[in-house]
């Protein structure tokens, strides 16, 4: 608490675990207290703010400010509050070490010994937890280990004065090692900057022999800490994360006109179909680190008025120069509307909107000052018809700052999706090219369908800070300084909806005004030809219904594919 000033500076602060893939929601109330000892509710309430931790590290120097509110005066000037944050930076470190052993003891009968090194930390009670080990160098009384790396909090959990203990084994291939002998120092002691010499020490061996001096010596080469770039680190420096969505329009969803079409709409917005709840889930999370909340939207295995030529990667708004749309309500209200202005047909195919992505991701041109990264979310009902070609683009795209998240709704069989996941082997091209990152994440939805959303986004979006990481760090991108950012899209639902509005009408009519150019039979634009809005029948007034397809005489003769 702080006495009579209405420009109070708290100095308590809270620590928080932050988790990029959930929502974390705050409150933060301000009262004027008259009363110490008095309960809270008998205080003064000044206002109150409510926010997300995402709204607070996503903001231009992790700083956020907002105007206090009291529901019983909500246009009441009441203050405002300034909320701040930074990463607790201690353990962001790695130490690198470099060891070389000399004039090692002889533990082979018939040859010389295969050394290695186990570091240990301390724990209470004189335990010691293994945490990293050199490789094995054989036969050799002399080695020199290859450098490696550990973790500040991994080695000695920050106290630098902790005891860290070096063990040198004889490898034995029975797995039975033989200990040569150990010694114990400090992460403190490590660091000192010089060249230090280490006697390794036999227990058994100091108690049997008087005259027993060592079992070699282990000589440090260098040590030194690294700092390890974290996630906050990127946001604080202005990393965008752009979101790109692409949704399955093939007949294996059903007629969006029934209940049980994965994409009807006829249950009212109290039960949405598992691609809403979707792209709400992971959509929420990611458009806080999208300074103006625009994301284009693409769908895939639909025919198109007036031809109704199949496409496999066409802009939901019907804008192949800007497919984009504004938050996402947006998102969700152009996928409704195109349900009434395509047919429903197939088959599954991924490698065109994988490629249009890769295209976004390149032309972004992400550099040490411009530092973007895309998340190409796709919706899906079915196993893929293009399996080769999708695992080309993903691997042609591996150095690119785009990862993929594949959402299967329904019921089908998607056990082949985990090839594309890569957890258990990369993925390979048909070229044999192997992928150096893994960059895509398969979730079925009906894992998630009884759960709350946060769930479904907590298991989507928890590899992406890993897949952010290891793509800067190929790139040799380090985060840039914490300053001003550009002010993100913030308004109220009204207000998004108003703009929403305008700027789908502003497309309508920029489509219209170009008449008798045909819309793109493929899934990519064509170069100087102006875009064109899809015409918005009503689902069924101009189209045949699903099963009469075959039918219509405008229409191929074959049935439409899965």
Same mark, same amino acid.
């Given at each position: 608490m702080?006495?009579?000033?209405?420009?109070?500076?708290?100095?308590k602060?809270?620590? $928080?675990?932050?988790?990029?893939?959930?929502?974390?929601?705050?409150?933060?109330?301000?009262?004027?207290?008259?009363?110490?000892?008095?309960? $809270?509710?008998?205080?003064?309430?000044?206002?109150? @703010?409510?926010?997300?931790?995402?709204?607070?590290?996503s903001?231009?120097n992790?700083?956020?400010? /907002?105007?206090?509110?009291?529901?019983?005066?909500?246009?009441?000037?009441?203050?405002?509050?300034? @909320?701040?944050?930074?990463? *607790?930076?201690?353990?962001?470190?790695?130490?690198?070490?470099?060891?070389?052993?000399?004039?090692?003891?002889?533990?082979?009968?018939?040859?010389?010994?295969d050394?290695?090194?186990?570091?240990?930390?301390?724990?209470?009670?004189?335990?010691?937890?293994? *945490?990293?080990?050199?490789?094995?160098?054989?036969?050799?009384?002399?080695?020199g280990?290859?450098?490696?790396?550990?973790?500040v909090q991994?080695?000695?959990?920050?106290?630098?004065?902790?005891?860290?203990?070096?063990?040198?084994?004889?490898?034995?291939?029975?797995?039975?090692?033989?200990l040569?002998?150990?010694?114990?120092?400090?992460?403190?002691?490590?660091?000192? +900057?010089? /060249?230090k010499?280490?006697?390794? @020490?036999?227990? +058994?061996?100091?108690?049997?022999?008087?005259?027993?001096?060592?079992?070699?010596?282990?000589?440090?080469s260098r040590?030194?800490?690294?700092?390890?770039?974290?996630?906050?680190?990127?946001?604080?420096?202005?990393?965008?994360?752009?979101?790109?969505?692409?949704?399955?329009?093939?007949?294996?969803?059903?007629?969006?006109?029934?209940?049980?079409?994965?994409?009807?709409?006829?249950?009212?917005?109290?039960?949405p179909?598992?691609?809403?709840q979707?792209i +709400?889930? #992971?959509?929420?999370?990611?458009?806080?680190?999208?300074?103006?909340?625009?994301?284009? *939207?693409?769908?895939?295995?639909?025919?198109?008025?007036?031809?109704w030529?199949?496409?496999?990667?066409?802009?939901l708004n019907?804008?192949?120069?800007?497919?984009?749309?504004?938050?996402?309500?947006?998102?969700?209200?152009?996928?409704?509307?195109?349900?009434?202005s395509?047919?429903?047909?197939?088959?599954?195919?991924?490698a065109?909107?994988?490629r249009?992505?890769?295209?976004?991701?390149?032309?972004?041109?992400?550099?040490?000052?411009?530092?973007?990264?895309?998340?190409?979310?796709?919706?899906?009902?079915? *196993?893929?018809?293009?399996?080769?070609?999708?695992?080309?683009?993903?691997?042609?795209?591996?150095?690119?700052?785009l990862?993929?998240?594949?959402v299967?709704?329904?019921?089908?069989?998607?056990?082949?999706?985990?090839?594309?996941?890569?957890?258990?082997?990369?993925l390979?091209?048909?070229?044999?090219?192997?992928?150096?990152?893994?960059?895509?994440q398969? #979730?079925?939805?009906?894992?998630?369908?009884?759960?709350?959303?946060?769930?479904?986004?907590?298991?989507?979006?928890?590899?992406?800070?890993?897949?952010?990481?290891?793509?800067?760090?190929?790139?040799?991108?380090?985060?840039?300084?914490?300053?001003?950012?550009?002010?993100?899209?913030?308004?109220?639902?009204?207000?998004?909806?108003?703009?929403?509005?305008? #700027?789908?009408?502003?497309?309508?009519?920029?489509?219209l005004?170009?008449?008798?150019?045909?819309?793109?039979?493929?899934?990519?634009?064509?170069?100087g030809?102006?875009?064109q809005?899809?015409?918005?029948?009503?689902?069924?007034?101009?189209?045949?219904?699903?099963?009469?397809?075959?039918?219509s005489?405008?229409?191929?003769?074959?049935?439409?594919?899965?």
């Open positions: 702080i006495s009579d000033n209405l420009n109070p500076k708290f100095v602060s809270f620590n $928080l675990d932050y988790r990029f893939e959930e929502v974390q929601p705050l409150r933060f109330q301000v009262y004027d207290i008259d009363d110490l000892h008095g309960p $809270l509710e008998k205080q003064d309430f000044i206002g109150e @703010i409510t926010c997300k931790l995402a709204d607070i590290v903001s231009s992790m700083t956020l400010v /907002k105007p206090l509110r009291k529901a019983s005066h909500p246009n009441q000037k009441r203050g405002v509050i300034t @909320i701040s944050a930074e990463e *607790v930076k201690e353990m962001f470190y790695n130490v690198q070490m470099q060891f070389s052993g000399h004039h090692l003891d002889k533990k082979d009968f018939f040859g010389k010994s050394p290695f090194l186990v570091i240990s930390r301390s724990r209470e009670g004189n335990q010691w937890v293994p *945490v990293c080990k050199t490789e094995v160098i054989k036969n050799t009384l002399e080695p280990w290859k450098p490696f790396s550990c973790t991994r080695l000695c959990n920050g106290d630098f004065e902790r005891p860290v203990q070096f063990e040198c084994f004889d490898w034995n291939r029975s797995g039975s090692h033989e040569i002998g150990k010694f114990t120092t400090s992460l403190r002691e490590l660091l000192t +900057g010089e /060249k010499t280490f006697d390794l @020490i036999h227990p +058994g061996l100091q108690q049997k022999k008087k005259s027993y001096k060592n079992s070699g010596i282990i000589i440090l040590a030194e800490l690294i700092k390890t770039h974290t996630f906050l680190d990127y946001i604080a420096g202005g990393l965008e994360i752009n979101l790109i969505v692409a949704i399955d329009f093939t007949a294996s969803n059903g007629d969006p006109r029934t209940a049980t079409s994965l994409h009807s709409f006829v249950n009212g917005p109290q039960h179909n598992e691609y809403v979707a +709400g889930a #992971v959509g929420s999370i990611l458009a806080d680190y999208d300074y103006d909340r625009r994301f284009p *939207v693409y769908g895939f295995g639909a025919q198109l008025p007036p031809s030529t199949v496409n496999h990667c066409f802009p019907g804008n192949y120069s800007n497919p984009e749309v504004v938050d996402v309500q947006g998102i969700l209200d152009i996928y409704q509307q195109t349900l009434s395509v047919r429903l047909y197939g088959p599954t195919v991924f065109q909107v994988i249009t992505a890769a295209t976004i991701a390149e032309s972004a041109n992400v550099t040490q000052g411009n530092q973007k990264f895309f998340i190409l979310l796709i919706l899906t009902d079915g *196993v893929i018809n293009d399996m080769e070609a999708t695992i080309d683009e993903i691997v042609k795209a591996n150095n690119l700052p990862a993929f998240i594949i299967g709704v329904g019921s089908a069989d998607f056990a082949n999706m985990n090839i594309l996941d890569a957890d258990d082997a990369p390979r091209d048909r070229s044999g090219r192997v992928a150096a990152r893994d960059t895509v398969f #979730v079925p939805f009906r894992d998630f369908k009884h759960g709350p959303p946060a769930l479904l986004a907590k298991e989507t979006l928890a590899e992406v800070p890993g897949q952010i990481l290891s793509f800067m760090k190929s790139r040799g991108i380090t985060p840039n300084p914490r300053s001003a950012r550009p002010q993100r899209l913030v308004a109220s639902a009204s207000e998004r909806d108003m703009l929403a509005a305008q #700027v789908s009408l502003s497309q309508i009519n920029l489509g005004a170009t008449p008798g150019v045909p819309p793109p039979r493929h899934s990519q634009p064509t170069p030809v102006p875009a809005r899809f015409s918005q029948p009503a689902y069924g007034s101009q189209l045949p219904p699903l099963g009469q397809w075959q039918s005489s405008q229409l191929p003769t074959q049935p439409p594919p899965g």
